[in-house]
């Protein structure tokens, strides 16, 4: 299975930052990438797709970049609704599997 | 709006089965366009993909589950299922149902709730 690291595994920021969150591939996935968004006791929610396609009804705040095996997800002013964890997950190949996870908190 | 919804036993005792129904409203689970996935997350961890099924009937699953799983598809009641066999209490988690667009498919942009599943005697 392809292996996927988040950094950092929490994160404290203030409304209005700009915040970044790594996931690294153990192998290339080309741009077979997602990001998701999950609340305390609810679903993910698919934010990003093929690295860089943002989901409908997402706010264009949310962006992400990379390839092969090193991805980005930006949020450029950090909203009082963003406070949640994040995903990575690519289905590049079979297993699909996910990061572990990056907390974003109050600062 | 796509919705989709888990249902079953909150609570499995361990070497049972444990056996969750997705329905799904407002779309068809029969269109060529999506795969149906089961996917589930360890109280405080991450995401695990349990496998998915097509409307045809084809499956793949998580080489680290398939011996112990089943997905089926029910079409004429928009429904799909997971039967997962011979429990053991790591295998008490929150289980989703999630669509996953074909083209091209393994990632997932509607979830149901979830639903927590407790294997305990």
């Known amino acids: 299975d392809i292996q996927m690291t988040q950094s950092p595994s929490t994160l404290s920021a203030s409304v209005g930052d700009r915040v970044t969150i790594t996931c690294r591939a153990s192998q290339s996935i080309s741009s077979w990438l997602a990001w998701y968004q999950q609340k305390p006791g609810k679903a993910p929610k698919l934010l990003i797709y093929?690295?860089?396609s943002l989901e409908s009804g997402v706010p264009s705040r949310f962006s992400g970049s990379g390839s092969g095996s090193e991805f980005t997800l930006t949020i450029s002013s950090l909203q009082p609704d963003d406070f949640a964890t994040y995903y990575c997950q690519q289905y590049n190949s079979y297993s699909w599997t996910f990061g572990q996870g990056t907390k974003v908190e109050i600062k | 709006q796509v919705q989709l919804q888990e249902s079953g036993p909150g609570l499995v005792k361990p070497s049972q089965t444990l056996s969750l129904t997705c329905t799904v409203s407002g779309g068809s689970i029969s269109s060529n366009n999506y795969y149906w996935s089961w996917i589930r997350q360890h109280p405080g961890k991450g995401l695990e993909w349990i496998g998915y099924i097509y409307y045809s009937g084809s499956t793949y699953y998580n080489p680290s589950l398939k011996s112990r799983v089943t997905i089926s598809v029910d079409t004429s009641k928009n429904q799909f299922s997971l039967k997962l066999s011979s429990v053991t209490a790591a295998d008490t988690a929150v289980y989703y149902c999630?669509?996953?667009?074909?083209?091209?498919?393994?990632?997932?942009?509607?979830w149901g709730q979830g639903t927590l599943v407790t294997v305990s005697s």
């Open positions: 093929k690295a860089s």
């Open positions: 999630a669509r996953d667009p074909a083209k091209p498919h393994g990632y997932f942009d509607y």
